[in-house]
């Protein structure tokens, strides 16, 4: 009544509500009286009544009908001498509700029997008619419905069914109208108490009291709706099999996740016909016709050609503003009667039509666009909104949804998982995130959380991912810092060609990236993330960075060990400037820009990595896994030496491995690197006398020899030479290599 319009399935919310709950005696019709004696004799020789029970007392001046129940057992009650009818398992709680007694039964019987009894209404000279319905329930009331056909889809149906008039004596505002005795003009809110007390002035009135309960109201302004018989629009959903190729269009989707085509498909199967019309000030009109004659509403295909043709001239607003003459074709006459004379119809357009017909109006225009969508993308309250509509507007135009795919997420939270609130002060704004943290923190944000179900969103969860935002860039500067001086066209090294270590890190990389791939297909982005986090700051930072440190910054420059590490950053850092783009877009592309050679103008207009199989080496990952393993026992054992003081850092170290059979032909195949892989000086092998029984054992100690002033190793000597003082063969051999500048 605030809107003054209908409201769809979709637009109603159930709210608290505290409503006037009153019980009602209905006096049966002297009219009906030998036919109900007949039905239960036990009715016989006194008077007899029925009690109703409504949380809606305005609805009482539009009674018309009772509904009982056809199966449940019903009795009839000598209450002061009137035989009182209700469902007999509701008799106890009635009598202490009413404060009158229930304890004398005079008959008992099934609601069918009451089928067509006449009773008559409380406040007007006017029949109510027993009618049956399986609506009817126990968990309140007398068990006996009040029933007024103009206010209510029950109530409305079983109208229809019984022929009653579809009474609603009504105007848009919640007004009765002047044919509604004693309360004519009254807002039927403010018109509850009046109700109430003509009722008890005519002693029909047996209990009030309030009642609280879900009740439905408007979405837009959150007042309690009305339920009003009115003429409106209609969309059939069983007409030329609307429902069912609905129905197999959510079949042929894709839903993400999963459980979103069970959620829609439950609506689609269950809802009613989809009213289409409201009755509002503004909005799309419908460009129908109304008779001046018969009242005859008038809508054909030439009617609606003719009104598209003016608003494609002169817009929507036209309906309400040129003459009506140009929307009559030529020769409209009307069905019903043959006038031709019409006025405007004066509804328009359900919103949600207009939201579900935003395909029509982009994807077919749109030389980029086609028809239709790849994806819809929108929270997991529009399976009964957008989506809902744009299917059902989909199959009447073109036959198929207008979507491949559909993608849900979930509402933004607090950290602590409850909602936003002003009041509350736990909103997050994400203007503020963006002015203090950067835009790349949201969308790594975004990225990170599982967006399929409510996400959270705070202070400490903002600094883990500021956190993880700093470890990615850090390691990617620490890649492309490597490769200031590396040409991918002319200082590549083929795969073959590659160290061992670097093609463990070729195939690590391969197959992360195919992964972050398909979940990328899946929508799957947190595990993009977690993968990508995994790989970065494990594999390549805490082990690959680590390990050919020594390689890259002490090699001679264009050595085949540096360019072989160069190699691997490149492809890396390049294939994960492609992949993360889609999250950290501004990032990435500073990153793709700082890259050497030729490539796309922005990593946004690159491809995802490709030819990753022929990087793949699972033998090699297994090998690696295990020389990975004795790597952390090592450095277990380090670490206690340093906290000891024995040695003052890695490379003053020599460990001493000793292991036995596979462990021991593993460490001997690797021997010559292992110093590298450990990080440090001096590493010794031999066999466990012991058996290995607990694996590898470690032993460190100070490495003997002299300190290399450039790589810093432990060496068995260093040279004099001038110019050259105090550096290992290596490192001289590296500074002979010509420099160009």
């Known amino acids: ?40 004799p036990g009715l016989a020789g006194r008077p007899v009544s029925v009690l109703i029970w409504t949380t809606t007392p305005w609805t009482i001046p539009s ?51 009451m089928e067509r009894l006449v009773f008559r209404h409380p406040l007007y000279d006017r029949d109510s008619l027993a009618v049956l319905g399986d609506y009817v329930t126990l968990e309140a009331g007398t068990g006996a419905v009040h029933t007024a056909p103009g206010h209510g889809s029950d109530d409305y149906n079983t109208g229809v069914k019984y022929g009653l008039e579809i009474y609603a004596p009504l105007d848009a505002g919640g007004h009765y109208n002047d044919t509604v005795e004693l309360f004519a003009g009254q807002q039927v809110w403010k018109a509850n108490p009046h109700v109430e007390a003509a009722l008890a002035e005519r002693g029909r009135l047996w209990h009030r009291e309030d009642f609280s309960h879900s009740y439905p109201h408007c979405w837009r302004c959150h007042h309690p709706v009305i339920f009003l018989a009115t003429a409106q629009w209609f969309i059939a959903m069983e007409a030329q099999d609307l429902r069912k190729k609905a129905l197999k269009a959510i079949a042929d989707t894709r839903w993400i996740p999963s459980w979103g085509r069970a959620r829609i498909e439950g609506m689609i199967a269950n809802r009613p016909d989809w009213c289409i019309s409201r009755q509002r000030a503004w909005g799309v009109p419908i460009p129908a016709l109304d008779c001046t004659s018969c009242g ?85 309250d529009q399976h009964r909104g957008w989506f809902h509509s744009s299917l059902l507007v989909g199959i009447g135009t073109r036959g198929r949804a207008p979507f491949n795919q559909v993608l849900t997420h979930g509402f933004v939270m607090a950290e602590d998982g409850r909602k936003m609130s002003k009041s509350l002060g736990n909103s997050v704004s994400p203007q503020d995130v963006i002015k203090q943290s950067g835009a790349e923190i949201l969308r790594l944000w975004a990225s990170m959380v599982d967006y399929r179900e409510d996400i959270r969103i705070g202070k400490e969860i903002l600094t883990r991912t500021i956190e993880a935002y700093r470890k990615i860039r850090n390691v990617l500067r620490v890649l492309v810092a490597n490769l200031y001086d590396f040409d991918p066209a002319d200082d590549a090294v083929p795969v073959a060609e590659l160290d061992e270590v670097d093609r463990w890190m070729l195939a690590k990389y391969a197959d992360v990236a195919t992964k972050i791939v398909k979940a990328y297909d899946d929508y799957d982005y947190p595990t993009v993330f977690q993968l990508a986090v995994q790989f970065i700051t494990v594999d390549v930072s805490a082990f690959y960075v680590d390990v050919t440190k020594d390689r890259m910054y002490t090699y001679g420059a264009r050595s085949a060990g540096r360019r072989s590490g160069q190699t691997v950053m490149f492809t890396v850092v390049d294939g994960l400037a492609r992949l993360l783009a889609p999250i950290l877009s501004v990032t990435m592309d500073e990153l793709w820009r700082g890259l050497p050679g030729p490539r796309e103008a922005s990593v946004h207009m690159a491809l995802f990595p490709r030819d990753l199989e022929g990087m793949l ?69 031999s066999a466990d006398d012991d058996g290995g029984a607990t694996g590898p054992q470690v032993a460190v100690t100070r490495a003997d020899g002299s300190k290399c002033e450039r790589c810093w190793r432990v060496v068995p000597e260093v040279t004099s030479a001038a110019g050259r003082e105090g550096l290992c063969p290596r490192c001289v051999d590296a500074l002979a290599e010509a420099v160009s500048l």
């Not at 106890?92 to 509700?97: D, F, Q, Y």
């Not at 054992?637 to 040695?647: M, N, S, V, Y």
């Not at 460990?655 to 292992?674: F, I, K, Q, S």
């Open 63 to 113: 009674n018309l009908a009772i509904a009982f129940h056809p199966d449940f057992e019903y009795g009839a009650y000598d209450v002061n001498g009137t035989a009182v009818i209700v469902a007999k398992d509701l008799a106890a709680p009635l009598a202490s509700k009413t404060g009158r007694s229930f304890d004398t039964l005079l008959a008992t019987f099934p609601g069918a029997v």
């Open 296 to 380: 005859q509403a008038v809508l054909t295909k030439a009617l609606v050609d003719q009104a598209a043709g003016v608003f494609d001239t002169y817009g929507a607003d036209a309906w309400y503003e040129r003459p009506l003459k140009e929307f009559v074709p030529a020769g409209l006459t009307c069905a019903s009667c043959g006038g031709t004379a019409f006025e405007r119809e004066s509804n328009i357009l359900d919103v949600w039509f207009d939201s579900g017909s935003s395909h029509e109006a982009v994807l077919p225009f749109r030389e980029d666009h086609r028809w239709p969508a790849d994806i819809y993308l929108e929270g997991s």
């Open 617 to 685: 080496d699972d033998a090699l990952v297994e090998r690696w896994a295990a020389l990975g393993t004795v790597r952390d026992v090592v450095n277990v054992a380090l670490e206690q030496k340093r906290q000891d003081k024995t040695i003052a850092g890695n490379l003053s170290a020599a460990v001493n491995v000793r292991a036995t059979g596979a462990p021991l032909e593993l460490l001997r195949h690797y021997e010559a690197m292992l110093p590298t892989l450990f990080g440090v000086s001096v590493v010794r092998l």
């Open 1 to 40: 009544t605030h809107c003054r319009t209908a409201l769809a399935e979709a637009e109603v919310e159930y709210e608290p509500h505290v409503s006037p709950s009153i019980t009602v005696e209905f006096p049966l019709s002297e009219a009906s009286r030998a036919e109900a004696e007949a039905r239960v």
